[in-house]
């Protein structure tokens, strides 16, 4: 089988954004300016970034949504920038999943409340891996898709089985996880490792897994556990790159290559409109890099620019580029210091 393009799995969802002056103290008022919505989760999030860079990358989605009129408008999205939807399920067992994210209008700070909806039944039944003719099968996020959270005997968690699976038909399997409170980081994220191609997450979601902390009492990254939580993630077995990325930095761990790093993008006054989504956007830049066999240092260049591009509107998708100004971006704008 010729294998070509990306798959993108997991959580689909609708975000009713909300900018905001300032995160209330319980039981008060905050007062709520701008009120926005549009697709959110890693399905959308990243197969719609990947689209509009319009690098001709064959992108499909896979998923579950309710058969509603949310499900119908994440699906009419994906479709308008020439994702194929043909692996998203419409469902009437489950309204659509969605999120309130409340963006601070000064900072671009966000928090979720998150319902889970649809995502909860989204199973690896729903994918027919046998017919599956992507080069990369990217899934997200661990932790918020209960039927591959679920333990699992042999491999320890379901999500890891469906990889392992997907490795042996020769597929390259990548994973990104959510930030959560729960404490379950280590349990049902380390098995998925073990049969990675490619694993990317944030500075906290990272260092949840490795015990390590990741910032000092200051709030400075603590640059050395950053390295050897990537460096943990490689012995347990991610096959080519891991991949931790923060505010100040991005990380990578490249089984031939090494450890680099790549600081962000210093950006104007006002620049920030929300940074809702701006993970899941790092993450499309580094599989759109991966996908054109990118040197680690150019992938985390080109992620950087996609991020920064991403901060500078208040929801997840509207503010991506082409590639080509991307990568203008990341040759023009000048780096942050470390």
Same mark, same amino acid.
């Given at each position: ?197 490619? @694993?990317?997450? =944030?500075?906290?979601?990272?260092? &949840? $897994? +490795? %015990? ?7 709030? *400075? ?85 996609? @991020?920064?591009? =991403?901060?500078?509107?208040?929801? &997840? $998708? +509207? %503010? ?7 990568? *203008? ?10």
């Amino acid at each position: 089988m010729q294998r070509t393009g990306i798959a993108i799995a997991g959580n689909i969802l609708v975000d009713s954004v909300k900018e905001i002056d300032r995160y209330p103290e319980k039981g008060m008022l905050s007062n709520i300016f701008q009120v926005s919505r549009s697709v959110g989760g890693c399905v959308p999030n990243t197969a719609i970034n990947l689209a509009k860079m319009k690098s001709g990358i064959p992108i499909r989605a896979i998923g579950r949504a309710g058969a509603d009129e949310p499900g119908r408008f994440v699906v009419e999205q994906l479709q308008a920038v020439g994702i194929d939807t043909e692996g998203v399920i419409l469902s009437d067992q489950e309204a659509t999943s969605f999120s309130d994210a409340m963006t601070v209008q000064e900072t671009g700070e966000r928090t979720f409340f998150h319902y889970r909806g649809a995502n909860r039944t989204f199973s690896p039944g729903d994918v027919e891996l046998d017919k599956l003719n992507c080069k990369i099968l990217h899934i997200g996020y661990i932790l918020l898709l209960d039927s591959f959270d679920a333990e699992e005997e042999e491999y320890g968690t379901v999500m890891a089985r469906f990889l392992h699976d997907a490795q042996e038909r020769g597929i390259e399997t990548s994973i990104d996880v959510v930030s959560d409170s729960s404490g379950e980081f280590a349990r049902k994220v380390t098995p998925a490792l073990k049969y990675c191609d490619y @694993a990317i997450m =944030n500075e906290i979601e990272g260092c &949840a $897994v +490795s %015990g390590l902390a990741p910032r000092d009492p200051s709030g *400075k990254l603590i640059l050395e556990n950053i390295q050897k939580t990537l460096e943990q993630f490689m012995k347990i077995g991610v096959r080519r790159r891991a991949v931790i990325h923060c505010p100040e930095a991005g990380f990578c761990m490249d089984r031939e290559r090494g450890f680099c790093v790549v600081p962000s993008y210093r950006l104007p006054a006002g620049y920030i409109k929300g940074s809702v989504g701006a993970g899941d956007a790092f993450c499309a830049g580094c599989l759109h890099e991966i996908y054109l066999g990118s040197a680690p240092e150019q992938m985390l260049e080109y992620a950087a620019a996609a @991020a920064a591009a =991403n901060l500078s509107r208040p929801d &997840a $998708v +509207s %503010g991506m580029r082409e590639a080509g100004e991307l990568r *203008k971006m990341a040759a023009e704008w000048e780096k942050q210091e470390l």
